[in-house]
């Protein structure tokens, strides 16, 4: 099968993160706006040419001051880098329906190649008649590779924000004319 377009369904995908907060829990957020262009074959990703771009300014973490603080200089400047990216550049089959996706993901101009495991999660209908497919994807990064670098040293050991950035994606897209 040839590799068809498909639109993300922002109302039925996500895009979060978690990171380790203050050594013992974990903080997490989502980022609400993205588009990507997709085109694949659902029975066999390894042909797909996929790209996501997400908006920084749309992070959410359910602290308004942390959110705030993210988008400053501190930590993303989305006045400067107002979008992450990630294009694919290599697609390995691991096991029926699961993938290691590697591409170029840049983050405060930073581009890195990062590969992040993803499933197919089926194809079907929906109730109006449009081709839908799902996806999920897993993965981590360290954000000091990306110059995400701000800490504070804690009274106990320590540091306040972990190092590792643990991504989770879950994305609906219907079939394009």
């Known amino acids: 099968m040839a590799n068809i377009k498909w639109a993300v369904d922002p109302a039925h995908s996500s ?5 380790k907060h203050m050594m013992v829990a974990k903080t997490k957020g989502t980022f609400h706006k993205f588009d ?3 085109e694949a ?15 920084v300014n749309s992070i ?7 959110d705030n603080h993210l988008r400053s200089a501190d930590f993303f400047d989305v006045e400067k880098n107002p979008a992450i990216t990630f294009k694919t550049t290599k697609i390995e089959k691991t096991d029926d329906d699961e993938y290691n996706v ?3 993901l840049t983050i405060n101009n930073v581009t890195r190649s990062e590969t992040f495991a993803v499933v197919f999660e089926g194809q079907g209908k929906n109730p109006w008649g449009q081709e839908v497919v799902g996806f999920s994807g897993t993965g981590a990064i360290n ?11 804690l009274e106990t050991g320590g ?10 994606l879950e994305i609906e897209a219907s079939k394009q004319a």
Not at 159 to 168: E, P
């Open 159 to 168: 540091v306040l924000i972990g190092d590792k950035i643990s991504i989770t």
């Open 102 to 104: 590697t591409g170029e």
């Open 36 to 38: 990507a262009s997709i």
């Open 15 to 19: 895009i979060d993160f978690s990171v």
């Open 143 to 153: 954000r000091k590779d990306y110059g995400l670098t701000y800490n504070a040293a």
């Open 60 to 66: 959410d973490t359910r602290n308004t001051d942390r």
């Open 41 to 55: 074959d659902p029975t066999d990703l390894t042909t797909a040419d996929i790209e996501f771009t997400i908006d």
